[in-house]
């Protein structure tokens, strides 16, 4: 049984965890910030919320958590649509409270022997980000804009989704992939 110095010192080891760590954190994040914007997208006209909307954005999203936290109300502004379900909602709640411990002790997560990331958390969480994504683009996007009607809704692939699938790709050193977004994206374009 290695030592948590060892494991520490391990360079493979380490790498790995360093990455499982902020590869985690980091979706967290992304998945953070488009589930707490999309509401407010409802409520906005542009980039700025106006006065009155954000008193709406306040009433109909906000107060459905009883301690006004943005990420839990618009999760729970998403179960209220019906984009998630009581077993989404409490996935979510386990998945945030993993991130939390991740985030708060990382350097345990880092360091000691024996901690793993729980891929069962990363994946329920990709797939979390995924439903209320595709939800997102069925419910609001297609529905206002007539150039989209009639898209098949098994195969939209939400550009999240997309974006985050590079990422994983190339910080999982796919290297089939990893070479290929590079090369025919951003050189070709050049």
Partial sequence: MPTSWERFLHPETL???LISLSLFITVFEFFRERVVEMPKEIFSSGKELSIS???DYKREVLLLDKEKNALTASML????FEAIDN???EDFRCIRKY??????????YVIHSGNNLDESKFVKLVCLFSKIEKWWIINFEIAIDPGLKGS???SIIPGSMMALQVMLDIALGNEKEEGYYYREIILESK
């Fill in 99 to 108: 991130r939390n411990e991740l985030v708060h002790r990382a350097i345990n």
């Fill in 53 to 55: 909307a954000k008193e």
């Fill in 15 to 17: 790498r790995g965890n």
């Fill in 87 to 89: 077993q989404d909602f």
């Fill in 152 to 154: 098949d809704s098994e």
């Fill in 77 to 80: 502004w998403f179960k209220k």
